[in-house]
């Protein structure tokens, strides 16, 4: 909630972390301190986006385990997390096939050991012609007999985890004027469906030029819809893979206050172009590195090889 110290015509602060995300404390995001997490975090070793990041699933296991313990900690109570995130399939040595992880179930398994509650789950589903697709239904079109079939993937998940039980009565004791803002559209929720499980949203496409090339940004109608529905004006939301800084972008249009944290530097440029002219606070922490053009450069290879 906004400190009642600070007019309602102060800017929303955004502050920007780089470094990684496993060795964050408690004086950069305090203990309570969020009222909603919106993150996707990385794809396992996705071959379009972060080739061979992880040395092995554990490794990246241990991410999402330090990632849900950290979200813990910094929700405050009945306070929502939602991940953006989706099974994986990652070739494998020589093999043409890959193997598929399944993120979803392993991410959920993770956040319920951690103690969060399993508040629901919405499948964000994008267009057929969705462009980055491994497109594996083709197997049956050239052997249209059984066992050939592979389905072409247009959906993600977006986990929505609780910290413990939310006290509507923090809504009642909330200033008027904080509350009439906050207050949720139930036409628009209603004509663009937002009250389903299934999501219908146009994803962002990493082409050549856009500011979001090379990253898997995921568009803001996301953060926007999840934004609204969980927060107040004035609260504080959190991105602790930020990428090019999308959930910070709309979290200040919306009057909230935004915390990113993003281990690759080389994003600098990307979520200053993003967030405008607007000042943020960037601070370097442990474990800060330059990524993307290193991965860039593996995609490329991987391409030319396969070729
Ligand atoms: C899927 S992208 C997030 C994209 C973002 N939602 C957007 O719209 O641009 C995941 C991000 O997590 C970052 N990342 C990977 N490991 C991290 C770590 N240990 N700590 C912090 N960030 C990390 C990656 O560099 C990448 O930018």
Redesign the pocket.
């Known amino acids: 909630m906004r400190r009642e110290s600070e007019s309602s015509k102060d800017p929303p602060s955004v502050r920007v972390f780089f470094?990684?995300?496993?060795k964050m404390t408690s004086k950069d995001v305090a203990d309570g301190e969020v009222s909603l997490i919106v993150?996707?975090?990385?794809?396992f070793n996705a071959p379009f986006?972060y080739p061979d990041?992880f040395p092995s699933y554990e490794d990246y296991l241990d991410?999402i385990r330090s990632f849900a313990s950290q979200s813990k900690r910094v929700l405050g109570k009945g306070r929502i997390c939602a991940i953006?995130t989706d099974d994986m399939l990652v070739k494998e040595g020589s093999s043409s096939r890959g193997r598929k992880y399944a993120l979803v179930a392993d991410t959920t398994r993770i956040f319920l050991d951690a103690g969060l509650l399993y508040r629901d789950k919405i499948t964000w589903v994008k267009p057929a012609g969705y462009t980055r697709i491994s497109r594996r239904s083709g197997v049956v079109l050239q052997h249209p007999f059984p066992m050939y079939f592979y389905p072409d993937n247009i959906q993600e998940s977006i986990l929505l985890f609780q910290n413990g039980e939310f006290d509507y009565s923090q809504l009642k004791d909330a200033p008027r004027n904080v509350l009439e803002s906050s207050k949720i559209d139930t036409v628009q929720l209603n004509k663009e469906r937002w009250n389903l499980t299934v999501w219908n949203i146009t994803n962002?496409l990493p082409m050549p030029g856009r500011v979001?090339e090379g990253?898997?940004?995921?568009p803001e109608e996301i953060p926007r819809r999840l934004i609204k529905l969980f927060t107040m004006v004035g609260e504080t939301v959190f991105?602790?893979?930020?990428?090019?800084?999308?959930?910070l972008k709309v979290a200040r249009e919306l009057g909230r206050r935004g915390i990113g944290?993003?281990?690759?530097l080389e994003?600098r440029r990307v979520i200053r172009k993003k967030l405008g002219t607007q000042e943020f606070i960037v601070e370097e922490r442990e474990?800060a590195r330059r990524?993307r053009k290193f991965l860039q450069t593996k995609i490329h290879q991987n391409r030319s090889v396969a070729r």
């Open positions: 470094g990684d995300l496993e993150t996707s975090p990385p794809y986006d990041l991410l953006v962002v979001e990253i898997a940004a995921f991105d602790p893979f930020a990428g090019s800084g999308t959930t944290y993003e281990i690759d994003l474990g990524l």
